[in-house]
């Protein structure tokens, strides 16, 4: 099975969301690979517009000719646990294309990633810290692995 990616704004910092992370990529590596990547956090002192610019410019240059860009944004779709696995069958059977979720940074997604995302992805309407986020995300794609293998996890 081929690997999915997984690219996003900035470290996981907290060393619980660290931990349950690392958790959740060793319980997926059972199943397929899972390529981490991770660009910088746009400086600070920048206005929320052009920081959101800065780290969309990021993302853009670390995606890959290949990669089938699901971006996770509050107006995407929001899945049941079996459509997500439903979905992640689809992704993964494509012969050509890599799965890739992106996760912004404290602004989401910048328009020009919004538009480049062949499919926007709702975890929720609440608001999630992006840490938070990167952990519930690893934490559906263990889900859906374990339902289309069959091993009783999800139930």
């Not at 920048?46 to 670390?62: K, Q």
Request: with cysteine.
């Amino acid at each position: 099975m081929k690997s999915i990616c997984c690219l996003a704004v900035g470290r996981l910092k907290t060393p619980h969301w660290v931990a349950a992370a690392e958790h959740y990529v060793k319980l997926i590596s059972r199943f397929t690979r899972l390529d981490q990547s991770v660009v910088k956090d746009a400086p600070g002192h920048l206005s929320p517009e052009a920081r959101n610019e800065f780290e969309g410019r990021a993302l853009l240059v670390g995606l890959g000719p290949k990669d089938l860009l699901l971006g996770l944004d509050v107006r995407g779709h929001a899945y049941s646990s079996e459509g997500f696995s439903a979905a992640m069958a689809q992704w993964l059977e494509d012969p050509v294309r890599r799965p890739c979720f992106v996760i912004g940074g404290a602004y989401g997604l910048s328009p020009p990633v919004l538009d480049r995302s062949d499919r926007l992805i709702s975890l929720g309407t609440m608001t999630l810290p992006h840490e938070l986020a990167r952990v519930v995300l690893f934490e559906q794609i263990y889900r859906a692995m374990t339902i289309l293998r069959g091993t009783g996890y999800h139930h």
